[in-house]
């Protein structure tokens, strides 16, 4: 069972304009959200989150839209570059006050920024 | 941010034989995670490792092919036993920290680079 989707396995984009990356989600336990851009042969790097008590959170040019009722969330980045090139993992937890906060990944999609 | 760091980055095994990983971080965590990401999929949490205690483990992976060891706050190790092509993948650890970020009243997970196993 597939919680957090990312149904793009793949994006291209022309540099200058917006990038939009989405994400779904099942599990209405997550209040939590993640982005995370990925180079080859490299970890994860954190992006951007949200809380669920927000339906925006803006860092620079990545911008991120939360919209519990349809249990989606979406990553904009304007204006699109060629280093944002890269593949980009949502990710989903449920806060807790103890213990490990788990995350839950998407596939990832890979975006590709063209001159 | 923590920096962490993994060795090997990548190895190349023969099936039946174990390999451990390990990872090391330049500041104190309390939490510690071991992922995995099987070709052209997502991460996947193989456990959660507390320093002190014994790592906790999510469902589908068991201790005697991932045996994780948390001597200290700093440091971590996961063996992959008995290996077989299908434990080919990209093994991570991530730490838990706090940000101090105006913005962030959460946390977030910080990745080391990775180590790449082929197992043939």
């Known amino acids: 069972d597939q919680q957090v989707k990312q149904n793009s396995p793949s994006l291209s984009v022309q540099e200058g304009r917006i990038s939009i990356l989405n994400c779904d989600y099942t599990?209405?336990?997550?209040?939590?959200f993640l982005w995370y851009k990925k180079y080859p042969a490299e970890g994860p790097t954190f992006l951007i989150s949200i809380s669920s008590i927000k339906d925006k959170n803006e860092d620079g040019r990545f911008t991120v839209f939360l919209n519990k009722s349809a249990k989606h969330l979406s990553l904009h980045i304007v204006p699109s570059q060629p280093g944002d090139s890269a593949v980009y993992f949502c990710?989903?937890?449920?806060?807790?006050?103890?213990?490990?906060?788990?995350?839950?990944f998407g596939q990832g999609t890979r975006l590709t920024i063209n001159p | 941010s923590a920096v962490i760091s993994q060795k090997p980055s990548r190895d190349i095994c023969q099936r039946g034989t174990s390999l451990t990983i390990q990872c090391q971080v330049d500041s104190q965590v309390t939490m510690m995670f071991w992922y995995r990401q099987q070709p052209g999929q997502s991460l996947t949490l193989i456990a959660t490792?507390?320093?002190?205690?014994?790592?906790?483990?999510e469902s589908g992976f068991v201790i005697d092919k991932f045996p994780i060891s948390r001597p200290n706050l700093t440091f971590s190790t996961l063996t992959v036993s008995n290996m077989s092509p299908e434990d080919s993948s990209i093994y991570l650890c991530?730490?838990?920290?706090?940000?101090?970020?105006?913005?962030?009243?959460?946390?977030?997970?910080?990745f080391g680079p990775g180590t790449r196993l082929t197992v043939l």
């Open positions: 991530s730490v838990e920290d706090k940000v101090d970020r105006s913005w962030l009243a959460g946390y977030e997970q910080f």
């Open positions: 599990n209405s336990m997550f209040d939590y």
């Open positions: 490792a507390n320093q002190g205690s014994e790592a906790t483990y």
């Open positions: 990710a989903a937890s449920r806060t807790l006050i103890q213990g490990a906060q788990k995350l839950v």
